[in-house]
């Protein structure tokens, strides 16, 4: 019989211990970045945080956004220290979401879409975190946003926030309209917005015929006439899994993107959800431009 000497009883247990604490923290660690991915994903980070146009860097920003009130270039979310959010920490990233506030307690501007992240769960906040922490750095420096006056003066965010951000988690929200709005932002685009760049929610996903960025962009409610009250399930879910219209045809331009990054994506169930709650909106009546969303690149 082999004896086992104290010593070597210790040692083993202390050894045995020891893995016991890290392997499960890497497997907790892994799990996250796991689901943060997915967050990642249905946020839609890659489209607006790249500049593909002229071949930039995965998530170093620079991309531009021409709108009525200027353009917005997005920008660089990769953890580096000098140029990007390195030296974040997690309630700095919190705060932008939740309340589109900077380290240094600057308003952002609303073409970053805070007013949909607002109302992520802690846990989907925590785990975007922990994805975009453990993406590569790369040193690339803002560009500054070229606005017109008045709309570049971030203090009178602290008004707009006051007429149109509703800050917070909305846990009576189904999970379909918890991915539409709070994660993927679709009324972010498909709501008409008023002078001020406020939501129309008379309106709410009835499209619009020149959005912020001056592109048409179509009516997703189920009004029969002007919307895709005619589409059955199946319709919704060739648009999100390969971006097939039920003409045959395929969106273009930012959808195209969308169902890239985003939509195709998803899990069944997810998508399934998303499509019960477009199917549930308020039918309206908003007889965009047919020609305009065609020529944009949306669907129609």
């Not at 016991?20 to 946020?43: D, K, V, W």
């Not at 805070?114 to 846990?123: I, K, L």
Request: charged share 20%; hydrophobic share 35%.
């Amino acid at each position: 019989m082999k004896i086992v000497r104290p010593a070597t009883a210790v040692l083993a247990l202390t050894l045995a211990g020891a893995a016991f604490a890290i392997f499960p923290a890497r497997a907790q660690n892994a799990e996250q970045l796991t689901r943060g991915a997915y967050i990642f994903n249905l946020s839609g980070c890659v489209g607006c945080h790249t500049d593909k146009k002229n071949r930039g860097p995965r998530l170093a920003g620079g991309r531009a956004f021409v709108t009525d009130f200027g353009t917005f270039y997005s920008p660089n979310i990769t953890p580096d220290d000098a140029t990007g959010i390195g030296t974040w920490t997690f309630e700095n990233f919190r705060m932008a979401l939740r309340e589109g506030l900077s380290p240094d307690g600057r308003n952002y501007f609303p073409a970053f879409p805070y007013t949909s992240y607002t109302h992520m769960t802690d846990q989907d906040i925590a785990d975007l975190w922990a994805c975009l922490r453990a993406q590569p750095a790369v040193s690339r420096t803002n560009p500054d946003h070229d606005l017109k006056m008045p709309y570049g003066w971030r203090w009178l965010m602290t008004f707009w926030n006051w007429l149109y951000l509703d800050s917070g988690p909305k846990p009576e929200w189904s999970r379909g309209r918890y991915i539409a709005e709070a994660l993927s932002h679709c009324h972010e685009c498909h709501t008409p917005r008023d002078f001020l760049g406020g939501y129309d929610d008379a309106k709410s996903y009835a499209g619009t015929p020149r959005n912020p960025e001056g592109i048409a962009v179509p009516n997703i409610t189920p009004d029969p006439e002007t919307g895709v009250g005619k589409w059955p399930p199946g319709d919704f879910e060739l648009l999100f899994t390969i971006g097939m219209l039920p003409d045959a045809d395929f969106v273009g331009g930012v959808m195209a993107e969308s169902v890239t990054n985003t939509t195709s994506k998803m899990t069944k169930a997810d998508r399934q959800a998303v499509i019960e709650y477009l199917r549930s909106l308020k039918p309206v009546h908003n007889p965009v431009n047919r020609k305009k969303v065609k020529d944009s690149g949306e669907f129609n």
